[in-house]
């Protein structure tokens, strides 16, 4: 038993918890939903026990750190979270239609950490300036924020496909009432913005302490902090602005895009202090 | 604010309003993304070449080519600073009005039509009921006050008025950052210093600038080290630094990453390194005619005498790039060998090729046999008195936000009235001024609980 093949046990898991919650939603079987959740759940375990398995064989190997440090670390941390705070949702709300488009999101994410080939998926050792205690604080923070606008970026497509019409009979007519998906939504999104908040911040005294200077507008904390102010947009628009439904769910969804951009792109596309997500 | 319509109360108004806020955090996300693509503190070749001269005017115009200090950006972050205090003194005497009210009243018709109103029968009278119900409100909820109506009556408790002010502390803590980082860019600065290893200084240059900046103490660098992993990346650098007052060494200490000096309000970090010119190699020097040897580690500008007596070999310097008729032969020693018979000239040992000075054909050939890598360190060194009020504005914020998101001020009413023999009709219905659902959650447990009594 090694971390790399309990994370792709987990990647498989996952798919099927998706294709649960898809046939639970298709075929209007409240069973297969359940069962997608606990699914989900034995999945998480996976996973979880995957990435610890990762930082003791990084002790093993002598290079002793976090299973923060690469793209694939974070693609899979990114998971756990994602999947962590669904698992939260749904028993705390005891909604599972709406893992069907979170579930898929968790998958995704794990999935492509192992099957893009520019990807790799090796242990190596810190370069000087990641080793710091604030490391760990400042991607928990981070992915626990991305984490709760992915899930706001799922709940706010239902506002797009759930027929207006309170009489409706296709199967999107199941979805939540408004009501919840809105309380949902702002939950998610409140979570998210309190998080990134301390990501940034977290970000900020790591950068002080490592190069003394707690912001240098470098691609990546622009871009996180562009991120950031969507969101408060979204917060003013809301609550003082009325906003709401569909408004405001293209707003959350531009808020995730620019998630994705600082997560992704910003790597890809442009340079930076940043060597991964 | 008495006229609503004059222009001084227009203008107010328009610095208090949400609506300038929405635009100001839109315009700042939008015009954020241009320092992210477009080149920043590049020199004016660069521009020129990546987007012609027209370009490059339009760039200086707007000052694209430093945007996050251009005067427009700054003037919207001060926008937005006044935005938050206007709006905040606007806002302020009534939320202060709400927290802190002269006498709580109690207005069972704002619970009666809640959503979330729960009703029940109870079996026991509401004189017995209101003893136990009080407990229980005041444990779960707060100070109980007890207020009769037409029917019977009822009893209230609430918490957190105070969370209202959550909000207010979020947007000070902005302020406080925006005031931390402007009092660091007038008061603090940003130097960048190289340093040899053996070398003491006082003077940093500033990164921008390039301007001289005179610090209160001198720094010399013991020792740079860099430590590598088996695959070859880097794993540690380490400069082992001392700090030198009136001329006496104060202390040493190692900085690395991550770990740097902080001194006198003065940060030093650990920023790069390279290799710089050794200060003391091993010679070893043969008479050709005679085979005698002699071998001898000298520091730079001392000299030792040649096998026999014959003259002297001076130690003079490092070349980083040794220029042989016209060849680059890389880093390099020099020395002058000087004869008894007062000839004397320059020979070159360039580190890549150890038996060069063969070459040379001469009576006297010199060999560097060893010597130790020598090292710059490169330090940042900045001050910035600014920092702790951005720290503050850092732990506000984010008290702030979990204060305003998660702790909201909760009412709840519980209405007893008779229901005739000994009975009692009981509801209970509760207000939050958010987290709805929560507030419902909480109802739904507080009305399990009260019928068990
Ligand atoms: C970067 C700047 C800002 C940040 C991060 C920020 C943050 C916040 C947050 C987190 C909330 C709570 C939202 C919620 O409860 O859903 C809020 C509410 C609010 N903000 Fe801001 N804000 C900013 C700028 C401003 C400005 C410039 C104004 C000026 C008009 C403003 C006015 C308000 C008002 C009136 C509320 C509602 C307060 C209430 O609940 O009574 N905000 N803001």
Redesign the interface.
């Given at each position: 038993m090694n971390s790399s093949l309990l994370l792709s046990a987990a990647t498989f898991i996952y798919a099927l918890a998706s294709v649960f919650y898809i046939g639970s939603f298709s075929f209007k079987k409240q069973v297969l939903a359940k069962l997608g959740f606990w699914v989900v759940v034995i999945g998480f375990l996976a996973n979880t026990g995957g990435i610890l398995m990762r930082w003791v064989e990084s002790y093993q190997m002598g290079?002793g750190h976090a299973p923060f440090s690469n793209m694939y670390e974070s693609l899979v941390f990114f998971s756990w979270t994602v999947a962590a705070l669904y698992i939260f949702v749904e028993y705390k709300?005891k909604e599972s239609i709406i893992g069907v488009f979170i579930s898929p999101l968790i998958f995704l994410a794990i999935a492509y950490a192992s099957f893009d080939p520019s990807i790799s998926s090796k242990i190596?050792?810190l370069?000087?300036?990641l080793?710091?205690n604030w490391l760990i604080a400042h991607v928990v923070t981070c992915f626990l924020g991305y984490a709760g606008f992915a899930l706001a970026f799922g709940f706010s497509f239902i506002y797009f496909i759930k027929p207006k019409d309170p009489n409706a009979t296709s199967i999107f007519a199941r979805l939540p009432d408004w009501e919840l998906i809105d309380?949902l939504t702002y939950?998610m999104i409140?979570?998210g913005?309190?998080f990134l908040?301390?990501g940034i911040?977290t970000g900020?005294?790591?950068a002080?302490?490592?190069?003394?200077?707690?912001?240098s507008?470098d691609?990546k904390e622009?871009?996180s902090?562009?991120t950031w102010?969507?969101y408060?947009?979204f917060l003013?628009?809301r609550l003082?602005?009325g906003w709401h439904g569909a408004k405001l769910a293209v707003v959350s969804i531009v808020g995730f895009a620019c998630v994705l951009f600082t997560y992704f792109g910003?790597n890809y596309l442009?340079s930076g202090l940043h060597s991964y997500g | 604010m008495k006229n609503q319509n004059s222009i001084p109360n227009q203008i107010w108004m328009f610095f208090a309003s949400?609506?300038l806020?929405?635009y100001t955090?839109?315009i700042?996300?939008l015009t954020?993304?241009i320092?992210?693509?477009l080149l920043?503190n590049g020199s004016p070749q660069q521009y020129i070449n990546l987007y012609g001269q027209g370009g490059y005017n339009l760039i200086q115009v707007l000052g694209i080519d430093d945007m996050?200090h251009a005067w427009w950006f700054l003037l919207l972050l001060l926008l937005l600073c006044i935005n938050i205090v206007v709006c905040s003194i606007e806002r302020l005497s009534k939320t202060w009005k709400i927290i802190f009210p002269k006498e709580i009243s109690v207005n069972p018709a704002r619970f009666s039509g809640l959503k979330n109103k729960e009703s029940f029968e109870s079996d026991k009278d509401s004189e017995g009921l209101e003893t136990a119900y009080r407990e229980m409100l005041s444990k779960k909820i707060g100070r109980v006050l007890r207020k009769d109506t037409e029917t019977g009556f009822v009893l209230y408790a609430e918490k957190g008025r105070w969370t209202r002010l959550g909000v207010y502390v979020v947007h000070a803590s902005v302020i406080l950052m925006l005031v931390g980082?402007l009092i660091g860019a007038l008061f603090g600065f940003?130097a960048s210093l190289r340093l040899d290893e053996g070398e003491t200084t006082n003077t940093v240059f500033d990164v921008k600038a390039r301007t001289p900046i005179t610090l209160p103490f001198s720094i010399r660098c013991n020792e740079f080290e860099v430590k590598f992993?088996d695959?070859g990346?880097?794993?540690?650098?380490r400069s082992s630094l001392t700090i030198i007052e009136n001329e006496q060494e104060s202390f040493t200490e190692d900085i690395?990453?991550?770990?740097?000096l902080r001194y006198a309000g003065i940060?030093i970090?650990?920023?790069s390194y390279g290799t710089a010119a050794p200060g003391e190699a091993v010679f070893e020097i043969t008479d050709n005619t005679t085979q005698d040897v002699t071998k001898q580690t000298i520091k730079k500008g001392q000299a030792i005498e040649l096998p026999g007596g014959q003259g002297t070999f001076t130690f003079e310097g490092f070349l980083p790039h040794f220029d042989f008729k016209g060849h680059n032969l890389g880093e390099a020693f020099f020395g002058r060998i000087s004869l008894a018979d007062k000839e004397s000239f320059q020979v070159g040992l360039p580190i890549k090729f150890p038996t060069f000075d063969k070459m040379r054909k001469g009576r006297f050939t010199v060999v560097v046999k060893e010597f130790k890598q020598a090292y710059y360190t490169g330090l940042?060194?900045?001050k910035?008195p600014g920092?702790w009020f951005?720290?503050a504005g850092?732990a506000l914020?984010?008290i702030g936000?979990?204060v305003t998101?998660f702790i909201s001020h909760r009412s709840v009413c519980i209405g007893l009235e008779s229901a005739g023999a000994g009975r009692t009709r009981v509801w209970i219905s509760g207000r939050a001024n958010r987290?709805?659902?929560g507030m419902n959650l909480q109802i739904k447990k507080l009305a399990t609980s009260l019928k068990e009594i």
């Amino acid at each position: 038993m090694n971390s790399s093949l309990l994370l792709s046990a987990a990647t498989f898991i996952y798919a099927l918890a998706s294709v649960f919650y898809i046939g639970s939603f298709s075929f209007k079987k409240q069973v297969l939903a359940k069962l997608g959740f606990w699914v989900v759940v034995i999945g998480f375990l996976a996973n979880t026990g995957g990435i610890l398995m990762r930082w003791v064989e990084s002790y093993q190997m002598g290079y002793g750190h976090a299973p923060f440090s690469n793209m694939y670390e974070s693609l899979v941390f990114f998971s756990w979270t994602v999947a962590a705070l669904y698992i939260f949702v749904e028993y705390k709300y005891k909604e599972s239609i709406i893992g069907v488009f979170i579930s898929p999101l968790i998958f995704l994410a794990i999935a492509y950490a192992s099957f893009d080939p520019s990807i790799s998926s090796k242990i190596s050792p810190l370069i000087p300036a990641l080793k710091s205690n604030w490391l760990i604080a400042h991607v928990v923070t981070c992915f626990l924020g991305y984490a709760g606008f992915a899930l706001a970026f799922g709940f706010s497509f239902i506002y797009f496909i759930k027929p207006k019409d309170p009489n409706a009979t296709s199967i999107f007519a199941r979805l939540p009432d408004w009501e919840l998906i809105d309380e949902l939504t702002y939950q998610m999104i409140v979570f998210g913005f309190l998080f990134l908040t301390i990501g940034i911040i977290t970000g900020s005294v790591w950068a002080n302490s490592a190069w003394g200077k707690y912001w240098s507008w470098d691609p990546k904390e622009t871009w996180s902090l562009i991120t950031w102010f969507i969101y408060a947009i979204f917060l003013h628009l809301r609550l003082m602005r009325g906003w709401h439904g569909a408004k405001l769910a293209v707003v959350s969804i531009v808020g995730f895009a620019c998630v994705l951009f600082t997560y992704f792109g910003v790597n890809y596309l442009l340079s930076g202090l940043h060597s991964y997500g | 604010m008495k006229n609503q319509n004059s222009i001084p109360n227009q203008i107010w108004m328009f610095f208090a309003s949400v609506k300038l806020t929405i635009y100001t955090l839109v315009i700042l996300a939008l015009t954020s993304v241009i320092g992210t693509i477009l080149l920043q503190n590049g020199s004016p070749q660069q521009y020129i070449n990546l987007y012609g001269q027209g370009g490059y005017n339009l760039i200086q115009v707007l000052g694209i080519d430093d945007m996050y200090h251009a005067w427009w950006f700054l003037l919207l972050l001060l926008l937005l600073c006044i935005n938050i205090v206007v709006c905040s003194i606007e806002r302020l005497s009534k939320t202060w009005k709400i927290i802190f009210p002269k006498e709580i009243s109690v207005n069972p018709a704002r619970f009666s039509g809640l959503k979330n109103k729960e009703s029940f029968e109870s079996d026991k009278d509401s004189e017995g009921l209101e003893t136990a119900y009080r407990e229980m409100l005041s444990k779960k909820i707060g100070r109980v006050l007890r207020k009769d109506t037409e029917t019977g009556f009822v009893l209230y408790a609430e918490k957190g008025r105070w969370t209202r002010l959550g909000v207010y502390v979020v947007h000070a803590s902005v302020i406080l950052m925006l005031v931390g980082a402007l009092i660091g860019a007038l008061f603090g600065f940003k130097a960048s210093l190289r340093l040899d290893e053996g070398e003491t200084t006082n003077t940093v240059f500033d990164v921008k600038a390039r301007t001289p900046i005179t610090l209160p103490f001198s720094i010399r660098c013991n020792e740079f080290e860099v430590k590598f992993y088996d695959t070859g990346a880097p794993e540690e650098f380490r400069s082992s630094l001392t700090i030198i007052e009136n001329e006496q060494e104060s202390f040493t200490e190692d900085i690395r990453v991550n770990h740097p000096l902080r001194y006198a309000g003065i940060n030093i970090f650990q920023s790069s390194y390279g290799t710089a010119a050794p200060g003391e190699a091993v010679f070893e020097i043969t008479d050709n005619t005679t085979q005698d040897v002699t071998k001898q580690t000298i520091k730079k500008g001392q000299a030792i005498e040649l096998p026999g007596g014959q003259g002297t070999f001076t130690f003079e310097g490092f070349l980083p790039h040794f220029d042989f008729k016209g060849h680059n032969l890389g880093e390099a020693f020099f020395g002058r060998i000087s004869l008894a018979d007062k000839e004397s000239f320059q020979v070159g040992l360039p580190i890549k090729f150890p038996t060069f000075d063969k070459m040379r054909k001469g009576r006297f050939t010199v060999v560097v046999k060893e010597f130790k890598q020598a090292y710059y360190t490169g330090l940042q060194v900045t001050k910035d008195p600014g920092v702790w009020f951005v720290y503050a504005g850092f732990a506000l914020i984010i008290i702030g936000c979990w204060v305003t998101f998660f702790i909201s001020h909760r009412s709840v009413c519980i209405g007893l009235e008779s229901a005739g023999a000994g009975r009692t009709r009981v509801w209970i219905s509760g207000r939050a001024n958010r987290n709805a659902h929560g507030m419902n959650l909480q109802i739904k447990k507080l009305a399990t609980s009260l019928k068990e009594i």
